[in-house]
């Protein structure tokens, strides 16, 4: 078998494993086994490339696969489960600086004499990696907490986007053209990196599972686009598959809000959330319990579901949430978890966030599963969630989240809510649920909450 060969046996066997990978990861219970398919492809086509003719010397690809060999570790190791949306918007941010600047180094070495088709495929994956490494990098740091996460609006900021967007666009057809207009090639990279920060910046913190689902499409596109301009089809294959997952991804998130994708990218959604305190207000009173008080609810009940939110992660108390379910099982109490698609900052935060705590799969359930049963739940424990059950979205027209699809917490016989204060949510609006009849407010750190539930829980047991 001659090396070509070889290369596309590599290539193909690593695809299959790819798109096995993919299937496998819709759903939890298989979701590993997904990864560790596609981590098996992945390193399938590393190998096969390495194969290729056109590599003159591995000096510098053994000194690159070190660094990012030691790089992943640290990552790896070292970031917290309550970190992988900052993670993962460095992932996209890396991935496409790697496109991009494979497409610049192409065109620097032949840019005046690509033919026009591998320029197409050039310009679009130097435009897409490098708007889409900035605005990877900045919804990093909205999510980090080095950028405020509202909005960072101005007037005429959509204007001036779509000028500068119209600016890139007529700079990469003219460079397509005339490959050897390299300063307008060079300005097109310029002006798509500022792109990416201007795209991001106004999008409030409220909507960063979409930027994320996006910016993840965006890098798989500028992958694809490389495989078309090197002619890899490995890069085609991965990127393709990528992309549209992102797209499709995107569009998901959407459908749970409500929203369109054009009014997530221009609506500037997600003011500021401002405090205030417990107490009676316009709406109604608000009731508080202790934490003795809301043990002794919950050793009562039958059936409770666990309605986890950015609270949760923000506190770190998966682990106590799974040592109470562990608690209340033991006292025969049934235990469940309602997960809404857009609950934390990028899709399946709280899934990875429990998984990482043991929480067994069959215990998980989307909100179509379990919406139908909370009005036979004796206690919906909701732990820093706010607008994903906040009942405006069914009942006021008025409410920006209304129309949104949301867990119907408010219908079980009792809800406790955890929370810091009476701070709205990313929305920025009041949560009509916690001023209702059958809502009690425990204030305080979920985890040190939830860790006192669980000690009231034990000394029941022992007095008993």
Known sequence: MGQRQLIELAYYAAAVLFILGLKLLSSPTTAR??????ELGMTIAIAGTLLDHHIITYTWIVVGAAIGTAAGLVIAVWTPMTAMPQRTALSHAFGAAAAALVGISHYYGEGAHLPSGSMVALGIEVMLGSLTFTGSMVAFAKLQGWLPGAPMTYRGQNVFNLLLLAGIATATVWVIIH????TLFYLMVALALVFGVMFVIPIGAADMPVVIALLNSYAGLAGAATGFALDNKILVIAGTLDGASGLILSIVMCKAMNRSITNVLFGAFGKPPEASSAGTTAK????SLSSDQAAELLARSESIVVIPG?????SQAQHAVKELADVLGERGIDVRYAVHPVA???PGHMNVLLAEAGVPYDKLFDMDQINDDFPR????IVIGANDVVNPAARNDK???IYGMPILNADKARSVLVLKRSMAAGF???ENELFYMPNCMMVFGDARKTVGEFSAALKQRAQAA
Do not use: C, E, F, W
């Open 310 to 314: 950015y609270g949760m992660a923000v």
């Open 33 to 38: 086994r997904g990864m560790h398919l596609a």
């Open 427 to 429: 929305a920025g609006i």
């Open 398 to 400: 008025s409410s920006p």
């Open 179 to 182: 490959p050897q207009a390299s």
């Open 344 to 346: 934390g900052r990028m």
């Open 284 to 287: 109604g009173t608000v009731r």
């Open 377 to 380: 739940v004796d206690v919906a």
